[in-house]
């Protein structure tokens, strides 16, 4: 069974900083490209942050870009978002997803949410001014 869970989240000021972790198992993950996606209330589902499975490409939203990093660890099947300069925009939960298979992408499959096959339960993150 592939599971994703994602750690990390809480509750921080403005301009703070937080780390999240999601690891993962059930898979291989050194071939799973991963991504975070947050969702804020009443929003959809938009993407944050991807990384191909080496970690020598990675993506990011606009919105998020020059403050958050992603990284990966796949000796620890593990991906991380490092958040920076946090802002009440930030609030949402944050969801990792893994992206099996599917040998030919282009950068913008990292985008989709539906490009993704696996999910994990999403932690909370709330950002206060």
């Known amino acids: 069974q592939v599971r994703l869970v994602e750690s990390g989240g809480g509750l921080v000021q403005a301009g703070g900083s937080l780390r999240l972790s999601c690891a993962a198992s059930?898979?291989?993950?050194?071939?799973?490209?991963m991504g975070w996606f947050r969702q804020a209330p009443g929003k959809e589902r938009e993407f944050a942050a991807g990384i191909s499975t080496r970690g020598k490409n990675t993506y990011y939203s606009d919105s998020v870009k020059g403050r958050f990093t992603i990284s990966r660890d796949n000796a620890k099947n593990t991906v991380y978002l490092q958040m920076n300069t946090l802002s009440p925009e930030d609030t949402a939960v944050y969801y990792c997803?893994?992206?099996?298979?599917?040998?030919?992408?282009?950068?913008?499959?990292?985008?989709?949410?539906?490009?993704?096959?696996?999910w994990g339960q999403g932690t909370q993150v709330t950002v206060s001014s």
């Open positions: 997803a893994a992206m099996i298979g599917d040998p030919l992408i282009t950068p913008d499959a990292y985008r989709r949410t539906n490009r993704y096959g696996y």
């Open positions: 059930g898979l291989t993950f050194s071939s799973a490209r």
